[in-house]
C-alpha cells in the first residue's frame, strides 16, 4: 500500500500509559487487509474506533435497509484481540442518511416521525451489536461555535438548515410540531437519542462527543446539558441509578494555537458534572491546507513537542477522570488533515520527536 515501515521495538503507547488511561486510534476499512497495520495495532492500542465505517450515512442508506458488513469484521477483530470498540456514532448532522430526518423533497419529517426514525435507527444498531461495543458517542457535535454562553444549553444547539458550521437536522425535525406550551423544543432529540441507546444497549457507556470543547461557551453549554439530562433522568420511570450520559467524549483537534489554559478549565468543569471523560479524537496541526506543514519545520516540531508534553500532562493530571485517551490517525501520511503532520507517527511510520516525549513522561 506504502512505504510504512512500523518498528515495534519502540515502546507500547499502551503499556506506557497503562496505569493511566486506555490508549486508541483509528482504523479505516482498507486496512482490514494489512497484516502489519494490524499488528501495530495491537502493539500500541487497546481500544479503535472506525474512523468512518460506524457513521450512519455508512450503516443504512435507506428506510429499513442496513449493512453491517465492514464493521462486523472490525468488532470481531477487535473482539478476538480484547480491544475496546468505541461506537463513533449514532446521531449526527454530518456523514448520516437524509431519510432519518428528511422527507424525500428536502422537507423535515415531523417530530413523531422523527422519534420513531431515532429509535428504529439506535435500536437496529446498538442490539446489532450488544455487548461487544465498549462505548457509544451517542450523540456527535451537537452544539454550535458560540462567542457567548446565553445561560441555556439548549439555545446553543445547531438547527440551520445548511452551514457547516450551525446545521442541525435532527433540531429542526424534533422542533416540526414541537409544542413550546408543552415545553417541547428541537433539543428533545438528545434526551431520546441516549435513552433509545440505554434501553436497547444497556452494557455500554454513552458518550456526548464534541469538537473546540476547551471554549468557555462550549464548556458550560456540554456541562449543563449533561448536568440536567441526568436530573431528568433520574426523576425518569425506568431510571436505572445511573447517569443516562456517563461521559464526555473532547474529541481534542488541536492547533498550534490551542489555549492549554482551557483545555484545564473544561477537564475541571466536566469533572465537575460527575460524568467521566475521553479524549476521542486527538491531533495537533500545524500550517493550515492551503499552508501545509509537511514535514514539520525545525520551529513547529518543538512546538508541537510542548503542546503534546503539556497535553499529556494534563491527562495524567486527571487521569481518575480520563478512561482513554483516542488520538486521531495512524501516522501523518494517513491523517484526515494530513496538511497539519498531527499525529504522533511520521509519514513513513517512524516515531516522530512528540511520540518521545509522550512517552518519556508516562513514565514520569
Ligand atoms: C472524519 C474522518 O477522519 C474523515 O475521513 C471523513 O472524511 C470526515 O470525518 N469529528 C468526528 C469524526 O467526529 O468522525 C471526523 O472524522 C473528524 C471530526
Known amino acids: 500500500m506504502n512505504n510504512i515501515v512500523w518498528d515495534l521495538s519502540l515502546p507500547s503507547l499502551?503499556?506506557?500509559f497503562k496505569k493511566y488511561f486506555n490508549f486508541g486510534n483509528?482504523?479505516?476499512?482498507?486496512?482490514?487487509?494489512?497484516?502489519?497495520?494490524?499488528?501495530?495495532?495491537?502493539?500500541?492500542?487497546?481500544?479503535?474506533?472506525?474512523?468512518?465505517?460506524?457513521?450512519?450515512?455508512?450503516?443504512?442508506?435507506?428506510?429499513?435497509?442496513?449493512?453491517?458488513?465492514?464493521?462486523?469484521?472490525?468488532?470481531?477483530w477487535a473482539y478476538e484481540n480484547g480491544i475496546d470498540v468505541v461506537g463513533h456514532t449514532l446521531v449526527w448532522h454530518g456523514q448520516s442518511p437524509p431519510w432519518l430526518n428528511r422527507n424525500p423533497d428536502g422537507t423535515y419529517v415531523t417530530r413523531s416521525e422523527a422519534k420513531s426514525n431515532l429509535e428504529e435507527y439506535i435500536k437496529h444498531c446498538v442490539t446489532h451489536y450488544s455487548g461487544r461495543i465498549y462505548s457509544w458517542d451517542v450523540v456527535n457535535e451537537p452544539f454550535r461555535d458560540d462567542k457567548e454562553?446565553?445561560?441555556?444549553?439548549?439555545?446553543?444547539?445547531?438547527?440551520d438548515t445548511d452551514n457547516e458550521r450551525a446545521v442541525g437536522h435532527w433540531y429542526l425535525a424534533y422542533a416540526n410540531g414541537a409544542d413550546a406550551e408543552l415545553g417541547e423544543s428541537g433539543a428533545d432529540y438528545i434526551f431520546d437519542a441516549f435513552y433509545f441507546a440505554r434501553r436497547y444497549d444497556p452494557n455500554a457507556t454513552?458518550?456526548?462527543?464534541?469538537?473546540?470543547?476547551?471554549?468557555?461557551?462550549?464548556?458550560?453549554?456540554?456541562?449543563q446539558m449533561v448536568e440536567e439530562i441526568n436530573?431528568?433522568?433520574?426523576?425518569?420511570?425506568?431510571?436505572?441509578?445511573?447517569?443516562?450520559?456517563?461521559?464526555?467524549?473532547?474529541?481534542?483537534?488541536?492547533?498550534?494555537?490551542t489555549n492549554i489554559e482551557d483545555v484545564r478549565k473544561s477537564l475541571e468543569r466536566f469533572c465537575n458534572t460527575g460524568a467521566i471523560i475521553s479524549i476521542t479524537e486527538m491531533d495537533i496541526t500545524f500550517g493550515s491546507p492551503e499552508n501545509p506543514a509537511k514535514p514539520l519545520n525545525p520551529e513547529q516540531n518543538k512546538r508541537q513537542i510542548e503542546m503534546y508534553t503539556e497535553l499529556f500532562?494534563?491527562?495524567?493530571?486527571?487521569?481518575?477522570?480520563?478512561?482513554?485517551?483516542?488520538?486521531?490517525?495512524?501516522n501523518d501520511l494517513e491523517s484526515w488533515r494530513a496538511w497539519g503532520s498531527p499525529t504522533l507517527f511520521g509519514v513513513e511510520g517512524e516515531a516522530k520527536d512528540s511520540f518521545n516525549a509522550v512517552v518519556e513522561l508516562a513514565s514520569k
Open 14 to 16: 499502551k503499556e506506557s
Open 26 to 76: 483509528i482504523l479505516a476499512k482498507n486496512f482490514f487487509d494489512c497484516e502489519e497495520t494490524l499488528d501495530m495495532f495491537k502493539y500500541h492500542y487497546g481500544a479503535v474506533t472506525a474512523e468512518n465505517a460506524m457513521k450512519p450515512m455508512y450503516i443504512s442508506t435507506k428506510p429499513g435497509s442496513y449493512d453491517f458488513d465492514h464493521t462486523d469484521k472490525l468488532v470481531e
Open 149 to 159: 454562553f446565553s445561560g441555556n444549553w439548549r439555545e446553543h444547539l445547531r438547527r
Open 206 to 223: 454513552l458518550y456526548i462527543n464534541e469538537y473546540n470543547e476547551e471554549s468557555p461557551t462550549k464548556r458550560e453549554a456540554i456541562a
Open 231 to 257: 436530573e431528568e433522568w433520574s426523576k425518569h420511570p425506568n431510571y436505572d441509578g445511573r447517569f443516562l450520559i456517563e461521559g464526555i467524549g473532547m474529541q481534542s483537534h488541536c492547533n498550534e494555537s
Open 313 to 330: 500532562n494534563l491527562y495524567k493530571e486527571f487521569s481518575a477522570y480520563i478512561e482513554r485517551v483516542t488520538i486521531w490517525g495512524k
